[in-house]
């Protein structure tokens, strides 16, 4: 141990509940108590697909100024994974600082994405009038939330990266001095909420200059289209020509969008952004095998199946970590592997393009993580 190491000790403060997210607060001191450097470990389920298994992510990662280039953010970082690796088997991070994280095992594993939507685009779809109400559209509240957090269950129950919502869920933009936080519009019908849209808040005072849509989940297209035209309605009273839409374009939002006529934006980066690691490969592989079996339910009876799945568990079949979790999460396809050099045995070349078939497919959806889950 170095000299800086020694000089300062590690603890942990588990259990705080913040927003909505069970936190632990991964601490470097020294020796009198001052603080060095901190980071928050949140937990969550996160989908694979349609299975979803216990996660954990790194955030808030900070080093006082006194202490920074020292070694001690490398410290907090390893020592916090051995916990991690002792509650879960895979951790996420939110937003990773380019060429940082990859030394601890992670790796970059979805691509940002987003549907900018032009206003005139909607009302030719749609016919209304821009500056007429949308049946069914009104504002809505925090007393929405439970019907909200099982829509969105529902809606993307097999997409990788999104969380699995629990009871209780409310990670809503709260309203501070000169900030409305977060706006919700919810659409009824008979009294059932079958579609909301959360957007993205502004400080008051501010001219609008865009419309940005965080989360916008509908029931069906129908449901999607009335949304939509509430949202174009909304831009037409500012004068905007466009307006935002965070949502997959695979999405039932999605697909009604690109019918409307709407503009798909993906951005790759090779470092850093939504980062992923897996922390236990063999308990990881066991718990996502329904899924794998779900995924490849075209290529059952398989020959050797179980033998693939061993394999796959122990690294025989594919021995690179980074690779398998951008699989597994569906960022990357078999074809996708092939184009990096990842290695990927003839035996079992047709089982491994049906258990990555990579996302936007038709067993497997685009990955997507929302911002009102990011940490």
């Not at 790796?107 to 049946?135: H, K, Q, W």
């Not at 831009?235 to 466009?242: A, D, K, T, V, Y």
Request: net charge neutral; aromatic share 6%; with cysteine.
């Amino acid at each position: 141990m170095s000299e800086h190491e020694s000089a300062v000790r590690y603890t942990e403060v588990a259990n705080q509940d913040v927003r909505s997210l069970r936190t632990r607060y991964c601490r470097l001191r020294t020796e009198a108590g001052a603080p060095v450097a901190e980071l928050e470990a949140v937990s969550f389920r996160a989908r694979f697909g349609a299975v979803a298994v216990a996660a954990e992510g790194i955030g808030g990662v900070e080093t006082e100024p006194e202490f920074r280039r020292r070694g001690h953010m490398s410290r907090l970082l390893r020592q916090a994974l051995v916990g991690m690796a002792q509650r879960v088997d895979v951790a996420f991070v939110s937003d990773g600082v380019e060429d940082v994280y990859e030394k601890f095992g992670f790796v970059g594993a979805m691509a940002e994405g987003a549907l900018i939507v032009p206003v005139r685009a909607v009302e030719r779809a749609t016919g209304s009038d821009p500056g007429a109400a949308v049946p069914g559209i009104s504002s809505g509240s925090v007393a929405d939330l439970p019907a909200m957090v099982r829509l969105y269950n529902t809606a993307h129950s097999q997409r990788p990266w999104t969380h699995e919502r629990h009871v209780g869920w409310n990670r809503l933009v709260a309203r501070a001095t000169w900030k409305p936080g977060s706006q919700i519009l919810v659409l009824r019908t008979q009294d059932a909420l079958v579609g909301y849209a959360v957007l993205e808040g502004r400080a008051f005072g501010d001219p609008v200059r865009s419309v940005v849509v965080d989360e916008l989940v509908a029931e069906d297209a129908a449901a999607a289209a009335l949304l939509l035209a509430a949202l174009a309605r909304m831009c037409w009273q500012s004068r905007l020509s466009e307006f935002t839409v965070r949502e997959p374009a695979d999405s039932v939002v999605g697909r009604v969008a690109r019918h409307m006529g709407c503009t798909e934006q993906r951005g790759f980066r090779s470092s850093g952004g939504m980062m992923a690691a897996i922390l236990n490969r063999s308990a990881l592989v066991r718990t996502l095998e329904p899924e794998l079996r779900r995924r490849a339910v075209r290529q059952q009876p398989y020959p050797g199946y179980d033998t693939a799945i061993v394999a796959l568990r122990r690294g025989d079949l594919i021995a690179d970590d980074t690779a398998l979790v951008r699989l597994l999460l569906g960022h990357w396809s078999t074809s996708d592997a092939d184009a990096a050099g990842a290695t990927l045995p003839d035996r079992y070349r047709d089982l491994c393009a049906a258990w990555f078939p990579g996302g936007g497919t038709p067993s497997l959806p685009t990955p997507y993580a929302h911002h009102l889950d990011r940490y």
